[in-house]
């Protein structure tokens, strides 16, 4: 995987992967930045989101069930001290769904973790990654 990253202004970058899309990237005003996009350590954290999020649409999919609203809301702590890791994420994932088990999105969420979630696998060398989730009945 190849990936370029171009200097525009202060903290400002733009990067691009494979998949040649365009990515700003910045940091809070406190560190220099203009505050006009993501910091590289928010887009790890939506790395996360969406590696695991993909893995278990796929999986409940897999299994027919009907997944008719999904979100992820994830929470880190940081280390104090440089390198400033994450050393704590939770991910509480909160789906609707008319059919979803308690039994198959524990499933989903585990086989995500522990087999299928490279992001995961990574930040789980450094933090301790907890989660847990919501079913929701359509009205």
């Known amino acids: 995987m190849d990936i370029i990253a171009k200097h525009l202004e202060q903290r400002t970058f733009l990067v691009k992967g494979e998949s040649n899309h365009w990515v700003p990237v910045d940091t809070r005003e406190q560190a220099g930045g203009s505050n006009a996009a993501s910091s590289p350590m928010e887009m790890v954290l939506m790395g996360l989101a969406s590696c695991t999020g993909l893995d278990v649409v796929v999986i409940l999919e897999k299994r027919r069930v009907t997944l008719q609203h999904f979100e992820l809301q994830v929470s880190a702590q940081r280390a104090e001290s440089h390198p400033k890791v994450f050393t704590d994420i939770h991910l509480r994932y909160i789906f609707t769904s008319p059919d979803l088990t308690e039994k198959d999105a524990e499933k989903a969420i585990k086989?995500?973790?522990?087999?299928?979630?490279s992001v995961s696998a990574m930040l789980g060398k450094t933090a301790n990654i907890t989660a847990d989730f919501e079913i929701r009945r359509p009205d």
């Open 111 to 117: 086989l995500s973790k522990d087999k299928y979630c």
